[in-house]
């Protein structure tokens, strides 16, 4: 693809340009997309040839009213109309929700979609976020988020299950104990928007429980699970008092035709949704095992249809998605504008086997060149600091005042904050002793960076002993024993002046007086101590878990083979039951 279509990253925020506006800086057709998560199996070929020659009496005429297409949805859902709402996507919804049930403030765990922070502050309301640790896998302690939530004093709780981008899964009954321990607040809402590509459980969904709480609203996305993005619709469930006051506000066309369509189609092609759903489910096992193949990146465990990934030392996700788009015609997130992550991660897509072997492939061209195994060039267009790490900061300190991040340091059990500008809470690091820059002891025994797998333990090491310097009295660190390349090591995630490279090879010094060093700051190192997440992990790692270690306690994965019945429709838990 031309180089001109980069420019297009340049002019968004939060989200990354449309496909169409991809297409029309291109030569026509679009890129192999790794970026919108929607299912690719669903609809069927035969459900396009369908519409397509229905498609000018789909546009031409106006839909029925949004009740109608309800009523539709919640005939085959099994859910009673009244505590039903559909909107124009899910972001619709979650706008009405900003407004009507949102007073001063809100809670939500960060990295996330972004309409979760920016909506709420658009409209002037606080904004607690709860920053999930890389060291942890991206899991999120409900435990310590619902502390973080009574220390702040926040009146709107929010979790995304699975969470988006790194698809962090939490188990029902969590939810369910999370929701009535937070039922003096104004409102809990449970964003289950990726949840029916989910397999850790056979009935993941708390949309039964919502209907029963005065304050609890389940939202639901029918674009991502259908492939049906440009559509746009999405419902939310809740007790028929809350329903009620966020349908009241609706129009009366919300719904184009489009969606009515597809809804009053459903009912014959449940069987291939149901196969639509198993078939990714499968997909991202073959796609976590492929990308962990990959030296020095590293997967975490997805319940959603895409994964998370970190990319090796060195790597500057940029780079990497420009690279791909305008090199290998290949699409993907990279994470670098959500708050609470760095241009280190990208969010890929689950797709089918072929396009992930040219995913995989791409990466390989653009990692590690012609070397497959050669360690990741330092890129020198990158940043050292990221974009998403330094947004959290400003708008943490914008939103949430100066008492934040000790909140968030107590609630995380760090025992203290982090410095202005610092990003993320981190377990403390032991300093220094002498001269040179602390590094992991690892970093002297491995000069050559390979995969770990993961450890069992899925908390981090709080402390990590620094590489001593050599005893001789002049602080200059000893010499490597032997010049082999090794992977250029991380920025610290702090805003620093333009960092001074690593020599490829120690500097003879004479054993004159003492030679100043550079200040440290400014010397690229190690991902600090406590952050870098465990190797790779392979397929059996991701599936069904919450972080990486042992499966949660009563976590049983459902079976990734066989078809489901064919006279099934899922339900609104997302799962092929019959009623």
Not at 14 to 22: E, G, K, R, Y
Not at 142 to 162: E, K
Not at 470 to 481: F, G, K, L, Q
Not at 541 to 551: E, I, L, N
């Amino acid at each position: 693809m031309p180089d001109n279509v980069t420019s297009l990253f340049r002019n968004t925020a939060a989200h990354s340009p449309s496909m169409a506006a991809l297409t029309r800086e291109s030569d026509g057709s679009g890129p192999v997309d790794f970026c919108i998560p929607c299912n690719p199996y669903f609809p069927t070929p035969a459900m396009f040839e369908e519409m397509a020659v229905r498609l000018r009496e789909i546009i031409t005429y106006y839909p029925s009213s949004a009740d109608t297409i309800t009523a539709e949805l919640c005939s085959l859902l099994q859910l009673p109309p009244q505590c039903v709402a559909m909107g124009n996507g899910s972001t619709e919804l979650i706008t009405w929700i900003d407004h009507l049930l949102v007073r001063e403030s809100l809670a939500v765990p960060v990295p996330t979609f972004g309409r979760w922070t920016d909506q709420p502050m658009e409209t002037g309301k606080r904004v607690d976020m709860f920053p999930l640790q890389e060291a942890n896998g991206f899991a999120l302690d409900l435990a310590q988020y619902a502390d973080f939530i009574r220390a702040r004093g926040t009146r709107v709780a929010v979790i995304c299950n699975p969470n988006n981008p790194d698809g962090g899964y939490l188990r029902k009954q969590s939810v369910v104990q999370f929701m009535d321990a937070m039922a003096d607040l104004d409102l809990v809402v449970v964003d289950e928007s990726f949840l029916e590509f989910a397999d850790a459980e056979a009935d993941p969904s708390v949309v039964q429980e919502a209907m029963l709480r005065p304050n609890v609203v389940v939202l639901r996305s029918l674009g991502k699970n259908f492939g049906l993005h440009g559509i746009r619709f999405g419902y939310l469930v809740a007790n028929p008092a809350l329903a009620g006051r966020v349908r009241s506000m609706l129009p009366k066309w919300n719904l184009n035709s489009f969606a009515e369509h597809v809804v009053f189609m459903l009912k014959e092609h449940g069987a291939e949704y149901a196969q639509s759903l198993m078939q990714v489910r499968r997909d991202r096992l073959e796609m976590a095992s492929h990308l962990s193949a990959l030296p020095g990146l590293t997967v975490y465990p997805s319940q959603g249809n895409f994964l998370f990934v970190r990319l090796p030392v060195g790597a500057e996700g940029t780079v990497v998605r420009d690279r791909m788009l305008t090199e290998h015609r290949i699409l993907v997130r990279e994470c670098g504008n959500k708050i609470g992550s760095s241009s280190r991660f990208l969010r890929l897509v689950v797709r089918p086997q072929v396009d992930v072997r040219r995913l995989v492939s791409g990466l390989e061209q653009v990692l590690y060149g012609s070397r497959r195994g050669a360690a990741v060039p330092e890129l020198g267009t990158g940043t050292s600091y990221s974009s998403g790490t330094a947004a959290v900061d400003r708008l943490v300190s914008a939103t949430n005042g100066a008492g934040m991040p000790g909140l968030a340091a107590q609630a995380l059990g760090t025992g203290a904050a982090p410095a202005a500008g610092t990003g993320m809470p981190l377990p403390a690091a032991a300093a220094p002793t002498g001269g040179g820059m602390p590094m992991p002891a690892a970093a002297q025994a491995m000069p050559v960076q390979q995969p770990v797998p993961a450890q069992p333990d899925p908390m981090p090491v709080p402390v990590q002993q620094p590489m001593a310097p050599a005893p001789a009295p002049v602080p200059v660190p000893a010499p490597a024993p032997v010049p082999t390349p090794v992977p250029a090591p991380a920025p610290y995630p702090t805003p620093v002046p333009a960092p001074a490279p690593v020599p490829a090879a120690p500097v003879p010094v004479p054993a004159a007086p003492p030679v100043p060093v550079a200040a440290p700051a400014a010397v690229l190192g190690p991902t600090p101590p406590g952050v870098p997440a465990r190797g790779g992990l392979t397929a059996a790692q991701v599936r069904g878990m919450t972080a990486p270690g042992t499966p949660a306690a009563g976590l049983t994965p459902a079976p990734a083979t066989g078809w489901p019945n064919a006279q099934s429709w899922p339900n609104a838990a997302g799962m092929g039951q019959t009623g």
